[in-house]
């Protein structure tokens, strides 16, 4: 097992090779994926890996993402010191430990409430106090909290929902989130101004499905859509 000096050598370079160099170029992204210990966030027996350039398993067959794609996410929301952050997907708690070191408040949304309380220890042990999570159906939003600043989804959902949108602040909102089917998304990026809103593609990617109302279920031909 690394010991914490090889842990941060390894995450050093995880950012200079795999972010850097693939055009990440955000300096508060780039510091805050640089002190965030990854390797914190998963299994015993995936912390040798911890800083490879992929997905690892947490249970409940879900994933911490890759730190390219965290770090991509990250960056095309532009977060600023004074945003307030809805995210969908809390998962190993890695992703919104970021969004909670680059903005003012984080909500956040996870379906298993093990992951939920695994990854609200984790983020407390690091000092991050600027967080909610809930536990529930993310593809719903936090209606009652809206509206958002920014909206990060970290799992496929089959079409945009609207109920997301409306939760978008209405000067200068950012949401970004994997549009497509079960196997192959592309990474979106929607922004809001007044009532208006754009969408654009960034990437093709591959997340887990969200399952709720919104999501992959039984009532997808129900999704009220923008």
């Not at 409940?60 to 794609?69: L, N, W």
């Not at 960056?75 to 307030?84: M, W």
């Not at 799992?155 to 945009?160: C, D, N, Q």
């Amino acid at each position: 097992m690394p010991t914490s000096r090889e842990y941060t050598r390894l995450r050093s370079r995880m950012v200079d090779e795999q972010l850097v160099k693939r055009g990440i170029n955000d300096r508060r992204v780039l510091d805050a994926m640089r002190k965030m210990p990854r390797h914190l966030f998963v299994a015993e027996e995936f912390k040798p890996y911890a800083y490879e350039d992929r997905p690892l398993p947490i249970g409940e067959g879900q994933t911490i993402s890759q730190p390219y794609i965290v770090a991509f996410m990250s960056e095309r929301l532009r977060l600023k010191s004074e945003h307030v952050v809805l995210e969908i997907g809390t998962g190993s708690g890695y992703q919104t430990a970021i969004l909670c070191h680059l903005s003012k408040y984080v909500y956040s949304i996870e379906r298993y409430g093990r992951l939920a309380d695994q990854a609200g220890e984790r983020i407390d042990q690091l000092g991050y106090n600027n967080i909610d999570i809930h536990i529930g159906d993310g593809s719903q939003g936090l209606p009652d909290q809206a509206s958002f600043d920014r909206i990060i989804v970290t799992a496929a959902v089959p079409r945009l929902p609207k109920v997301l949108c409306t939760q978008l602040n209405t000067q200068e909102g950012r949401m970004i989130l994997p549009i497509g089917d079960q196997d192959v998304q592309e990474l979106k990026l929607v922004t809001r101004n007044g009532e208006k809103f754009s969408t654009r593609t960034l990437l093709r990617c591959r997340f887990v499905p969200l399952v709720g109302r919104y999501g992959f279920d039984d009532d997808i031909d129900e999704i009220e859509m923008l």
